[in-house]
């Protein structure tokens, strides 16, 4: 090829490029609402894969670097660690050496299942009987204070926040989980 056609060759490829590359750089600029959604995505844990389902647990991932929530502690509520053999196709995932060997793991996480039926019972507590609980403190504190207000001559201003708990404590019904 002559120097000349090689010039014109590289010279059209160069002015396509240029405007090739243009229209990428401008693609990169990104819209709030793409950056909102990036912000969203880095508190989504992704570094684990999605446990599946095994008929009559519940499954989850737990560290073994918290010393709050212990494994061992866990364990004592009748968590039980997910070995391989459980979910085929995630021996990929076993851990090969140390105190969990021969369990599902990735990193410092473990796989571990709790029967449903304990699972529901812990949900129960935690998410109805404990809630119910706080709002029977805080109306019978309500009230101690509306008594202490009469017995000074006073009265006490309930807002709409006391009102809304006082009304959905009469009509409560458990939840099933």
């Avoid at 056609?5 to 401008?26: I, P, S």
């Avoid at 912000?39 to 599946?52: E, W």
């Avoid at 502690?73 to 053999?85: D, V």
């Amino acid at each position: 090829m002559s120097d000349e056609r090689l010039k014109k060759v590289l010279g059209e490829g160069r002015e396509n490029r240029a405007a090739y590359d243009r229209v990428a750089t401008e693609s990169r600029e990104l819209s709030d609402d793409a950056r909102v959604e990036m912000f969203r995505q880095q508190f989504i844990q992704a570094a684990l894969p999605d446990l599946p389902k095994i008929p009559g647990y519940h499954t989850c991932w737990l560290t073994t670097t918290n010393p709050r929530d212990s494994v061992q502690a866990r364990i004592r509520l009748g968590y039980e660690p997910i070995k391989p053999e459980e979910v085929p196709g995630w021996e990929y995932c076993s851990i090969k050496t140390g105190e969990w060997q021969g369990f599902v793991g990735v990193n410092e996480m473990l796989a571990f299942k709790l029967p449903m039926s304990l699972y529901k019972k812990y949900m129960h507590a935690v998410h109805y009987d404990a809630p119910n609980q706080e709002e029977e403190r805080l109306l019978g504190t309500n009230e101690a204070m509306r008594e202490q207000a009469e017995r000074a001559g006073s009265s006490l201003v309930e807002g709409d926040g006391m009102s809304a708990i006082r009304e959905s404590s009469k009509v409560r019904a458990p939840q099933e989980w």
